[in-house]
């Protein structure tokens, strides 16, 4: 293999093409450089979309639920109220009932009154 060193620049219209030459080659990089950067982010966006799909459905969920209970809880604390105003000096503890029992003012698991809690189960 034969190795030829470098020549000289012999003019302006030389070196003017050198620089034009190095000029369209960074252009090149810069652009491909940023259609890679568009492909990553359009990837980044519909993994985000899918995950902020899959939270709001069980936040629609979560809600619902909370929606078509509410009558019931308002009703178990609305007795409990009750029993509160109507106690007197001394206030008598609500009955408990056996975990299989469910009155207006006590809960499936025998507590004085029964609310659902649910943390959200998704990091985004």
């Known amino acids: 293999m034969h190795i030829h060193p470098p020549k000289p620049l012999h003019g302006w219209k030389a070196f003017f093409n050198e620089i034009f030459v190095i000029v369209i080659g960074v252009l090149i990089a810069l ?59 001394t206030l008598e503890p609500a009955p408990q009932t056996p975990n299989f029992g469910r009155t207006a003012f006590t809960g499936a698991a025998g507590g004085v009154f029964n609310a659902r809690y649910s943390a959200m189960g998704s990091d985004v």
């Open 31 to 89: 652009g491909l450089e940023q259609v890679v950067e568009g492909l990553h982010w359009q990837h980044k966006v519909h993994e985000g979309e899918e995950r902020l799909k899959e939270e709001l459905a069980w936040n629609f969920k979560a809600a619902t639920y909370l929606i078509a209970v509410a009558p019931c809880k308002n009703a178990e604390l609305d007795v409990l109220e009750k029993r509160v105003l109507n106690s007197g000096a």
